[in-house]
T-cell receptor, first 114, second 113 residues
Framework: DAGVIQSPRHEVTEMGQEVTLRCKPISGHDYLFWYRQTMMRGLELLIYFNNNVPIDDSGMPEDRFSAKMPNASFSTLKIQPSEPRDSAVYFC????????????FGPGTRLLVL | DAKTTQPPSMDCAEGRAANLPCNHS???????VYWYRQIHSQGPQYIIHGLKNNETNEMASLIITEDRKSSTLILPHATLRDTAVYYC??????????????FGRGTSLIVHP
């Protein structure tokens, strides 16, 4: 298996622009997580899905952030409009129900908002 | 979740054992201790977890004190590739697959030649 796939790996955009991050979880995994990592705040859980349904979005910082999972093999995290403080590395992770402790993380998307 | 305390940084010579401590004095009876690590520019990686017995796998050993208020992750023969941030997490591994790890600051381990 290729593991969790994220795209793009790097994104540079200007303040006010829309940013869409993409994630393909490992096939058969029914949990998907979006995290954000910064030097100041460390690794934060933004939202997670179970069987394509959002379960907990309490970590989503503002209404500018939205996440969708239209099917079991694809999820997006959208920021509109983007701001410089959104600059971070965004990780997607997935796991099956049967392995509660073992999250599999993607390589991350490094976002820079100018 | 019980709060954990880890030293911000440690270093270790290559080939020697790396012993990473974690304090979790408020741990409750049904909470497990989990360890993850994050190598630079990669996502976190699960290492090991335990409840009260010592655990060992191909990556590391986990020693939990009898009172369960602290634990130590042991990398028996550290290599340069073990340089990473190590996270100790305490969480209930409940039914229904609802476990979500919450990552703190972790310990930055540097393995030097």
């Amino acid at each position: 298996d290729a593991g969790v796939i994220q795209s793009p790996r790097h994104e540079v955009t200007e303040m006010g622009q829309e940013v869409t991050l993409r994630c393909k979880p490992i096939s058969g995994h029914d949990y998907l997580f979006w995290y954000r990592q910064t030097m100041m705040r460390g690794l934060e859980l933004l939202i997670y899905f179970n069987n394509n349904v959002p379960i907990d979005d309490s970590g989503m910082p503002e209404d500018r952030f939205s996440a969708k999972m239209p099917n079991a093999s694809f999820s997006t995290l959208k920021i509109q409009p983007s701001e410089p403080r959104d600059s971070a590395v965004y990780f997607c992770a997935s796991r099956p129900t049967s392995h509660k402790e073992t999250q599999y993380f993607g390589p991350g998307t490094r976002l820079l908002v100018l | 979740d019980a709060k954990t305390t880890q030293p911000p940084s440690m270093d270790c010579a290559e080939g020697r054992a790396a012993n990473l401590p974690c304090n979790h004095s408020t741990i409750s009876g049904n909470e497990y201790v989990y360890w993850y690590r994050q190598i630079h520019s990669q996502g976190p990686q699960y290492i090991i977890h335990g409840l009260k017995n010592n655990e060992t796998n191909e990556m590391a050993s986990l020693i939990i004190t009898e009172d369960r208020k602290s634990s130590t992750l042991i990398l028996p023969h550290a290599t340069l590739r073990d340089t990473a941030v190590y996270y100790c997490i305490v969480r209930v591994a409940g039914a229904g697959g609802s476990y979500i790890p919450t990552f703190g600051r972790g310990t930055s381990l540097i393995v030097h030649p």
